[in-house]
């Protein structure tokens, strides 16, 4: 099991940077890919960044350049750094991570999706 916690959200205007935090905890966390997913008012879920557990690092088009996710594993804290802000980052973000089977291997995000997720951040970007 793993749980999220996601900290960070707030509104701010077009060209600010805000720090996305998400502590995990639980006996399969850190183990797996991780990442972060948003939702803008009437739009799907999407990925924004990922970790993978080899540490391969996947980013949406949208954000590249823009934002950096990261990891501090003495924490247990992954992080989503984001600058020049852009009203259609406005989004609720999720932290998310991968399952992990009986055998201890990690359950791809990209064949069966994430398997936890917080309760999410809202983020506001205004102009």
């Known amino acids: 099991q793993v749980q999220l916690v996601e900290s960070g959200g707030g509104s701010v205007q077009t060209g600010d940077t805000l720090k996305l935090s998400c502590l995990y905890s639980g006996a399969d966390s850190g183990a797996c890919g991780m990442g972060w997913y948003r939702q803008a008012p009437g739009k799907g879920r999407e990925l924004v960044a990922v970790i993978s557990e080899t540490g391969t690092i996947t980013y949406t088009g949208a954000v590249k350049g823009r934002f950096t996710i990261s990891e501090d594993t003495v924490k247990r804290t992954i992080y989503l750094q984001m600058t020049n802000l852009k009203t259609e980052d406005t989004a609720k973000y999720y932290c998310?991570?991968?399952?992990?089977?009986?055998?201890?291997?990690?359950?791809?995000?990209?064949?069966?999706?994430?398997?936890?997720w917080g309760k999410g951040v809202l983020v506001t970007i205004s102009s």
């Open positions: 998310a991570a991968e399952g992990v089977t009986s055998s201890g291997s990690c359950r791809s995000y990209r064949t069966y999706g994430m398997q936890y």
